[in-house]
């Protein structure tokens, strides 16, 4: 590993995604374990973790951002690792988990239902339908942070700007349905505000690093402000609107998580070197997000099949922490196993493990661009 390497390798951004990672796995596990048994407190907490997919869009917009502040992109080699690294393991995924929900054969009319969902995903792979457009805006994002110069943070107050005014009109004026969620437009103002802190981040770095602390502070407010929101909606307009996460409220509380997360991150990149084991276990989840995303509905569904099958009854929140530590556990486990593969980039995103781990900002913007989850 180079000097270069070593300087450009943001480990701040293994601390958000680990994180983040973990909290869309919370998300699904809240939502299948808690709501049924406890439907209010489930869903106040299903609304109060919810931030991942905010999160990894802004990540992802970060470190396109950060990978070409200084160098030419290569746009036709750009697209072809992500058809190799996103496109492939979006499909292969798509038919297993519509295989678990319906019969393979008759081939016809599963065929039918696949063709129907490949252009807007099936689950929670929707994500990624979202993903691959911001990956289609990426020339433009970079086009223009070079053409703004040092306005690069007016683009970032119109990304906030756009995003409270796009999830009003998609939670309130908008029919209900899955349409607002399919759509770059809806969240292309956090691809920029991520595209806005990558560009500039040895700037905004330094300065959130100073005051992370008020970081901290301001998530209190802001998760009492989406708390009284939740039980408005819920007192207004009935359970689905309350954990809608398309509100002006919700996209406000999402921006603030992330930014303690980015802040606390520039703790964890200065503290590393002292917390060995706490900076092994966070690279290790990490490295796994997009793998982890792929993967851990099947031990989310599967251990809550397993234990009605067996008849295992848990207290409602010990299930949900029992779903969580498998789901995340589990799915680790699982993609570690498939990277000693030759073809796991096929599989889930992220090449086989070299025997010495060399890491770059190529190598991050590799796994951490593609980590895109969300609930």
Known sequence: MTSTSRKNYLYSLDWVRALTIAAVVMVHSVRFALVPADPLAGRLLQVLVQFGRVSFMIVTGFIIAYQYRERTP???????????????????????????????????????????????GYGHLYYLIITFQMYLLAPVLVWALRKSGRRVMWLGFLGILWEVLSWTMSGYFHERSWTPALFVSTYVGYFVIGGALGYEWDRYGAWMADHRRYFTY?????????????????????????????????????????????????????????????????????????????????????????AQWLGIALNAYVNTAVTLSLGLGLSVAMVAAIRLLPFSEWVIGTARRPAARVVSANATEGTGSKAATAS
């Open 74 to 120: 290569r746009w036709t080699s750009f697209f072809k690792r992500r058809a190799k690294s996103s496109g492939a393991p979006y499909l292969l995924w798509l038919i297993l988990f519509l295989a678990l929900a319906m019969p393979v054969w008759p081939v016809m009319p599963f065929v039918g239902r696949l063709s129907r969902v490949l252009f807007t």
């Open 218 to 306: 301001g998530l209190a407010p802001t998760a009492a402000m989406a708390t009284a929101m939740f039980f408005l909606n819920l007192h207004w307009l009935g359970a689905q609107a309350a954990v809608n996460e398309f509100q002006p409220m919700s996209a406000i509380y999402c921006l603030s998580i992330t930014a303690m997360l980015l802040a606390s991150g520039t703790w964890f990149e200065k503290m590393r070197s002292e917390r060995s084991t706490l900076a092994s276990g966070v690279s290790l989840v990490a490295d796994a997000s997009f793998g982890i995303y792929l993967v851990h509905p099947l031990f989310v569904h599967g251990w809550l099949h397993v």
